[in-house]
């Protein structure tokens, strides 16, 4: 086993894998100079809806944006429960109050880490009880690169008539009983920042609906609520477009995205055979394939992630904690929390711990990880 560092992410190394077509295409708009809006946009939103079978896809300038133009395509603002998991990025919940809604934090299944749907039920009961706030949507985020449990909050969303968006910043790509994540909220955002599975090499962002109404009101969103012409305004909007040179790279990207999937899906495999006995390795969700944004495993107690986290550290072995706290114990979010216990993200928080995973990590690399983690967490017999 060699012992150089192993990071979280490798792009120079990913660079390197996607060869000169990369360059080509970052060339390309280089002639061409339609930064703004130039055709690799339009020909990146047409792959990426045919990559998940959306109907339409509109690229803008970061996930968040993306959540943001969602919400504020359904008019989201003052008065209005928004429902969300405590356990997610910030972005989930920033937007919400960005609009002047309430974001309505939902406790986390204790085995997937995603949106407990029978609790996402019970918190919609307690907001309609107090009276305060009209329930008006749900983001279901979904974590570290599963999908979460779409059947079933697409159909207590449904009861309750509320608007469904789909959070897939971590886990495009990923499929949910065969089918592709895209279509299972009535609009799905992602991301593109540099870490994620289909990751660009700056901010962008994607949302994917099935109406041609959302999708129009998106892309005038996305550029200052612009009409038919540049300078005519029909509503509020904001810069939210994806730049042309994103785009370009993105397109390279996709062509090897399927296999990068399918590699980190190997990797996911070998950590759970390597680390069996010594943590808890990430269940999978039911009928689902993931893209493994991120390999979480759980210790027994914070003491061992402590304890496990420094050793990794000194065999010069990246590792992170998402998420140190749920959002609800955030000081930007505290005050905007109704009190409800969440015990699970509250749980989880403690003890999770994520490892390195990306297309470039060796199976070398895994089993180090795996013996540093063994040296750390099992006591030596004798
Ligand atoms: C769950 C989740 N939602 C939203 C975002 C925001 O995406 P972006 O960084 O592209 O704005 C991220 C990632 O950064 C995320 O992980």
Same mark, same amino acid.
């Given at each position: 086993?060699?012992?150089?560092?192993?990071?979280?992410?490798?792009?120079?190394?990913?660079?390197?894998?996607?060869?000169?077509?990369?360059?080509?295409?970052?060339?390309?708009?280089?002639?061409?100079?339609?930064?703004?809006?130039?055709?690799?946009?339009?020909?990146?939103?047409?792959?990426?809806?045919?990559?998940?079978?959306?109907?339409?896809?509109?690229?803008?300038?970061?996930?968040?944006?993306?959540?943001?133009?969602?919400?504020?395509?359904?008019?989201?603002?003052?008065?209005?429960?928004?429902?969300?998991?405590?356990?997610?990025?910030?972005?989930?919940?920033?937007?919400?109050?960005?609009?002047?809604?309430?974001?309505?934090?939902?406790?986390?299944?204790?085995?997937?880490?995603?949106?407990?749907?029978?609790?996402?039920?019970?918190?919609?009961?307690?907001?309609?009880?107090?009276?305060?706030?009209?329930?008006?949507?749900?983001?279901?985020?979904?974590?570290?690169?599963?999908?979460?449990?779409?059947?079933?909050?697409?159909?207590?969303?449904?009861?309750?008539?509320?608007?469904?968006? #789909?959070?897939?910043?971590?886990?495009?790509?990923?499929?949910?009983?065969?089918?592709?994540?895209?279509?299972?909220?009535?609009?799905?955002?992602?991301?593109?920042?540099?870490?994620?599975?289909?990751?660009?090499?700056?901010?962008?962002?994607?949302?994917?609906?099935?109406?041609?109404?959302?999708?129009?009101?998106?892309?005038?969103?996305?550029?200052?609520?612009?009409?038919?012409?540049?300078?005519?305004?029909?509503?509020?909007?904001?810069?939210?477009?994806?730049?042309?040179?994103?785009?370009?790279?993105?397109?390279?990207?996709?062509?090897?995205?399927?296999?990068?999937?399918?590699?980190?899906?190997?990797?996911?495999?070998?950590?759970?055979?390597?680390?069996?006995?010594?943590?808890?390795?990430?269940?999978?969700?039911?009928?689902?394939?993931?893209?493994?944004?991120?390999?979480?495993?759980?210790?027994?107690?914070?003491?061992?992630?402590?304890?496990?986290?420094?050793?990794?550290?000194?065999?010069?072995?990246?590792?992170?904690?998402?998420?140190?706290?749920?959002?609800?114990?955030?000081?930007?979010?505290?005050?905007?929390? #109704?009190?409800?216990?969440?015990?699970?993200?509250?749980?989880?928080?403690?003890?999770?711990?994520?490892?390195?995973?990306?297309?470039?990590?060796?199976?070398?690399?895994?089993?180090?990880?795996?013996?540093?983690?063994?040296?750390?967490?099992?006591?030596?017999?004798?």
């Amino acid at each position: 086993m060699t012992d150089h560092p192993i990071a979280f992410l490798d792009l120079k190394a990913q660079q390197k894998r996607l060869g000169p077509g990369l360059r080509a295409r970052i060339e390309a708009v280089l002639a061409h100079c339609q930064f703004i809006l130039g055709p690799e946009v339009g020909e990146l939103e047409t792959r990426l809806a045919q990559f998940c079978g959306a109907a339409q896809c509109v690229a803008v300038s970061s996930g968040t944006d993306a959540l943001q133009i969602a919400l504020m395509a359904e008019g989201i603002g003052p008065g209005d429960a928004v429902f969300l998991p405590a356990f997610t990025y910030t972005a989930t919940a920033e937007v919400v109050l960005v609009l002047g809604a309430t974001p309505v934090f939902v406790d986390i299944d204790a085995r997937s880490f995603q949106i407990d749907p029978a609790a996402f039920e019970a918190r919609i009961k307690t907001v309609q009880a107090a009276g305060k706030l009209r329930p008006r949507a749900l983001i279901g985020v979904d974590l570290f690169g599963q999908p979460a449990d779409w059947p079933r909050l697409a159909a207590i969303a449904a009861r309750h008539d509320l608007f469904t968006l #789909d959070d897939c910043a971590q886990s495009f790509g990923a499929r949910l009983a065969g089918t592709r994540l895209g279509r299972a909220a009535m609009a799905t955002a992602i991301s593109f920042f540099p870490s994620k599975p289909l990751g660009g090499y700056g901010d962008g962002g994607a949302l994917f609906t099935e109406s041609a109404e959302r999708a129009e009101l998106y892309r005038s969103l996305r550029s200052h609520g612009e009409g038919t012409t540049r300078y005519e305004v029909l509503r509020t909007g904001m810069n939210g477009r994806l730049d042309t040179l994103q785009a370009a790279v993105l397109l390279t990207k996709l062509d090897h995205f399927p296999a990068e999937i399918a590699a980190r899906a190997r990797l996911a495999d070998l950590y759970d055979r390597a680390l069996a006995g010594i943590v808890e390795t990430p269940a999978r969700v039911p009928a689902s394939d993931s893209v493994w944004a991120v390999y979480a495993v759980l210790f027994a107690d914070g003491a061992r992630r402590e304890a496990a986290q420094a050793a990794l550290r000194a065999a010069g072995i990246a590792s992170a904690i998402y998420y140190p706290k749920p959002l609800h114990h955030q000081p930007a979010y505290r005050a905007h929390h #109704d009190g409800a216990a969440l015990p699970v993200a509250e749980d989880v928080a403690r003890r999770i711990l994520a490892l390195p995973i990306h297309p470039d990590l060796s199976d070398d690399d895994v089993a180090r990880v795996a013996a540093t983690l063994r040296a750390a967490i099992v006591p030596r017999a004798g």
